[in-house]
């Protein structure tokens, strides 16, 4: 008996049924929603009507969230112990009936990111392009910083991908922006910048899995045309919520 490389390439050759992960394909949509916001002394309610909405195809993989300076603030100020990773004050992301999956802040996703093995490249700070590379330093004229929002238990072969084809009813983020300053650990700023705050504007990217056609274009095979478990009837939803 001869022996077949595991690979999307071979899957389904011998007869079988190709896998979803060998069928569906890792599409990524880049800043398909954003908003803006300039701290001041209350938090600020983001991603209101229509810019809350995710985008819909196929199934969920992960979000993307950016932190860029839509304009650029002044020198003199430092951030927060917890700053930037607290940009979100409160931060959920909700199913199409409403149901929080992430209820949370940016600096709890920011933790989660970190230390519980969720994305392979570890802790946000190391990111290319990031600035500052720390907590609680210098306030730079322009801020940049990105978390992970992780569906996926094992999104090499797609368990925990959400379900995402109706527009009618897509995922939604719901977001305040932190304050420049606040007491304990909500504010962005210990010392706001001395004459102009940045306007800081979060943009939300993802990427997602397709959904496989009922064949293959290679070889006619059938194809699992949903993630595991789903397949069989069992949604997983991998939900984190901040205690």
């Not at 230390?115 to 590379?133: E, H, K």
């Not at 090499?156 to 304990?184: H, N, R």
Request: with cysteine.
């Amino acid at each position: 008996m001869s022996a077949v490389q595991l690979g999307p390439q071979n899957a389904g050759a011998s007869g079988g049924v190709v896998p979803f992960w060998a069928a569906s394909n890792d599409v990524v949509f880049d800043n398909f929603t954003s908003d803006i916001w300039t701290p001041g002394a209350a938090v600020a309610n983001m991603f209101n009507g229509a810019l809350a909405e995710l985008k819909t195809y196929g199934f969920i993989n992960k979000l993307w969230l950016k932190l860029v300076a839509s304009t650029a603030g002044s020198t003199g100020g430092t951030f927060g112990a917890d700053s930037p990773a607290n940009f979100f004050d409160i931060l959920r992301i909700t199913d199409p009936n409403g149901h929080a999956i992430i209820d949370a802040d940016s600096f709890g996703l920011y933790l989660l990111q970190k230390y519980c093995g969720r994305a392979r490249n570890g802790d946000p700070l190391t990111y290319p392009n990031v600035t500052p590379t720390s907590l609680g330093t210098t306030v730079p004229t322009s801020p940049q910083f990105e978390l992970l929002v992780p569906f996926c238990i094992n999104e090499e072969i797609g368990l925990g991908g959400l379900s995402d084809m109706d527009a009618s009813g897509p995922y939604k983020i719901v977001a305040q922006g932190a304050a420049s300053t606040a007491a304990g650990a909500h504010g962005l700023f210990s010392t706001a910048p001395s004459t102009t705050t940045p306007a800081l504007q979060v943009q939300v990217g993802a990427e997602f899995f397709s959904l496989p056609g009922e064949t293959s274009r290679v070889n006619g095979q059938p194809q699992v045309q949903l993630p595991p478990l789903l397949d069989r009837g069992i949604a997983v939803v991998n939900e984190f919520t901040k205690q």
